[in-house]
């Protein structure tokens, strides 16, 4: 759902010998992204090769990415590409919507999703952090939530946080006349706490993975994710993290540096 807006990055990178116990020099993560693909594309050869179901298309949605692409969307049309967003990057990866038209509808659900998931976090008490997202069909938005001192984050301040951002999103457009879906809905949106702001990371990442969402299984790589998404250096041992444990096959052919 998987530190901020969705960007992928290869994995596989053997931990140098000769790191010391002292604090890790620091680097830009693009240094190692060659390496990291190379060795993630090597990584991938004799996957199986898994049969793909018929496409699934919700009723509307066809004609609602044209129109908002279009800018002439009604309410009812904007809500549905909001609330099937998946379904819309899926649409794009096969071919069914136009790369222009796809990044207009991405640009307007980036543009509403900030809003909605920084009220969200704001409503529980924190700080939200997201940074900018390239339009890739089947990435996802990753909120990094920040703490204020002396509080650091919860399970339960995230999941607040998801019942927020779900009353937020749908008050919005019913505010605008359109009818919301009673059942909860899945923007591949996950709110992911800085590591350093919690003490119960394992357990907020199981609950984010195991509501379908993409949450770092470990604190480096989500550092390493955060400093990425702010435009920072990274520590050689979280760039180290992030390339060995946490980068999937798919995440080589979507990867931007």
Not at 3 to 9: A, E, L, P, R, V
Not at 37 to 49: D, E, K, N, R, Y
Not at 102 to 115: D, G, T
Request: net charge negative; aromatic share 8%.
């Amino acid at each position: 759902m998987k530190f901020s807006d969705s960007q992928t990055i290869p994995s596989g990178l053997e931990k140098q010998a000769s790191l010391t116990q002292n604090k890790r020099p620091q680097t830009e993560i693009a240094s190692l992204s060659w390496l990291g693909f190379f060795i993630c594309m090597l990584a991938s050869l004799g996957q199986p090769v898994v049969a793909q179901q018929g496409p699934y298309m919700p009723p509307g949605l066809d004609t609602a990415m044209r129109n908002v692409a279009a800018g002439t969307a009604t309410p009812r049309e904007e809500m549905i590409t909001f609330f099937f967003n998946a379904e819309v990057n899926l649409a794009a990866i096969r071919g069914d919507i136009a790369k222009d038209q796809y990044s207009i509808v991405q640009n307007r659900f980036h543009e509403l999703n900030r809003q909605f998931s920084s009220q969200a976090v704001e409503q529980a008490g924190f700080r939200a952090s997201i940074g900018e997202r390239g339009f890739n069909p089947g990435t996802d938005t990753d909120v990094n939530v920040l703490s204020r001192p002396g509080r650091p984050i919860r399970l339960e301040d995230i999941q607040r946080i998801e019942t927020n951002y779900q009353n937020i999103a749908r008050n919005h457009f019913a505010n605008q006349g359109a009818n919301t879906p009673n059942q909860a809905f899945n923007t591949d949106t996950d709110f992911m706490p800085h590591p350093d702001h919690t003490d119960q990371f394992e357990r907020i990442v199981q609950h984010i993975n195991q509501r379908g969402g993409t949450a770092y299984s470990t604190q480096g790589a989500a550092r390493a994710q955060m400093a990425i998404d702010s435009h920072d250096q990274v520590d050689l041992s979280d760039a180290i993290d992030f390339f060995q444990r946490d980068a999937s096959i798919g995440d080589c052919i979507t990867a931007k540096v």
